[in-house]
């Protein structure tokens, strides 16, 4: 199997699991790209925001329960079902990779699939696969830097080439204090200044200006507004580190090849974009 690409998808709210919108389509078509090209993956490695620790913990159990992590929606969502196959032994060897790039990961029993998982996999691999697929949740810790969630997901390229997708599940723009004070129709036109945020985040990676990209709070209009805290944007470079290739003829310290592969907004604000990293990215151009 030649090496997968690595994904950043963005799952916005948990009703994207009822009310799939344009982003939701475009996962569904995704998973349907994947197979066509590579056949199902041996497993998936997945970042969520919604499972936050202090130090990165690797989720090793043998089966993961569907959790609903979240309130106040309509009693239908608490009763979607996704529950996927764990993989303890692959667990164990994001663990030691991570380890052996210094970063404090600990292998852990624990299971479990956030809504930022479970949402965004079920329009990937629907719930007749999820069994077939193991997944392997890899916590966020909120207080990284850009910087070492690149990294992290530096130390984990290699699996691309074992068969393994490895996802940053988070949001291209996240401001729910935003949200609630100026509730706005699904269908509501894009604001402003999440446009310019979206724009310069798609200019400045597909020329690979990752000095920017690294300072996107300094750098990227509008970067607070779009993102008070940096959580749902960290896996945007776990991708992208997962993304880095693993050739030794091209060792890279940042992806060689980033593609935005999908662009919709919600609520006005909320942008669903979707970014594919690696040489294999291309395939998935036209999803």
């Not at 569904?28 to 490695?45: C, K, Y």
């Not at 239908?76 to 404090?104: C, F, K, M, S, T």
């Not at 910087?147 to 992290?152: D, P, T, V, Y």
């Not at 993304?243 to 604000?269: F, K, N, W, Y």
């Amino acid at each position: 199997m030649s090496a997968l690409p690595a994904l950043f998808l963005s799952h916005g709210s948990p009703m994207i699991a009822l009310e799939p919108g344009e982003a939701g389509l475009f996962m569904q078509r995704l998973g349907v790209a994947i197979r066509a090209q590579w056949g199902a993956p041996r497993a998936i490695v997945i970042v969520s925001p919604h499972t936050a620790t202090p130090t990165p913990f690797v989720l090793g159990g043998a089966h993961h329960d569907t959790v609903h992590d979240f309130g106040g929606f309509p009693p239908a969502l608490y009763e979607v079902v996704y529950d996927a196959a764990g993989e303890p032994d692959l667990a164990r060897e994001v663990a030691r990779r991570l380890q052996q790039a210094q970063v404090a990961a600990t292998w852990t029993p624990h299971s479990g699939l956030d809504h930022g998982i479970w949402t965004t996999l079920m329009h990937l691999f629907p719930a007749a696969d999820a069994l077939n697929v193991p997944v392997v949740p890899l916590s966020l810790t909120p207080q990284a830097s850009p910087e070492q969630m690149l990294a992290m997901g530096r130390a984990l390229r290699g699996l691309r080439e074992e068969g393994v997708l490895l996802i940053g599940s988070g949001s291209l723009t996240h401001n729910l204090r935003r949200f609630f004070q100026n509730p706005t129709p699904t269908d509501g036109p894009e604001e402003p200044d999440c446009a310019a945020f979206r724009t310069w985040v798609e200019e400045r990676t597909r020329v690979g200006d990752w000095p920017a990209l690294l300072a996107y709070r300094t750098q990227a209009p509008h970067a607070v507004a779009m993102h008070p805290t940096d959580e749902h944007w960290l896996p945007f470079y776990f991708a992208a580190g997962a993304g880095c290739e693993s050739d030794a003829t091209v060792d890279a310290a940042t992806p060689t090849t980033a593609l935005r592969l999908h662009a919709s907004v919600t609520h006005g604000h909320l942008a669903m974009d979707a970014y594919g990293f690696g040489q294999a990215a291309a395939k998935l151009a036209n999803t």
